[in-house]
């Protein structure tokens, strides 16, 4: 079964900062590109950061300069570095990778995690 784990949330202090994982686990053959988006209450799903299977990375303009992505595709597993956190950062965090499975036809098909909830509060 395919399933996206991720990792890594907590309640932080403004300022301060937290690293959250997602691990890709199951059957499949390879993995495009992997990100991340959150989601606070009230709000639509908005991308954070997505890096590419070529490392090309792209972020929100809110968490340029605080957040990095990177990926370590031996362990298929992505991760996002949060430094200088806000309070407006408060949200459940989605990872999201595109995986290629058996009898696709070569096609990627897009997968969520469950989520982590990061609050940054005093």
């Known amino acids: 079964q395919l399933q996206l784990v991720e990792s890594g949330g907590g309640l932080v202090q403004p300022g301060g900062s937290l690293r959250l994982s997602c691990a890709a686990s199951?059957?499949?053959?390879?993995?495009?590109?992997m990100g991340w988006y959150r989601q606070a209450p009230g709000k639509q799903r908005a991308l954070v950061a997505r890096i590419t299977s070529g490392d090309s990375t792209n972020y929100a303009d809110s968490v340029k300069g605080r957040f990095t992505i990177s990926r370590d595709n031996a362990k298929n597993t992505v991760y996002l570095q949060m430094n200088s956190l806000k309070p407006e950062y408060t949200a459940v965090y989605y990872c999201n990778a595109e995986l290629l499975t058996l009898g696709r036809g070569g096609l990627f098909d897009n997968y969520w995690g469950r989520g982590t909830q990061v609050t940054v509060s005093s």
């Open positions: 199951g059957s499949f053959f390879s993995i495009s590109t």
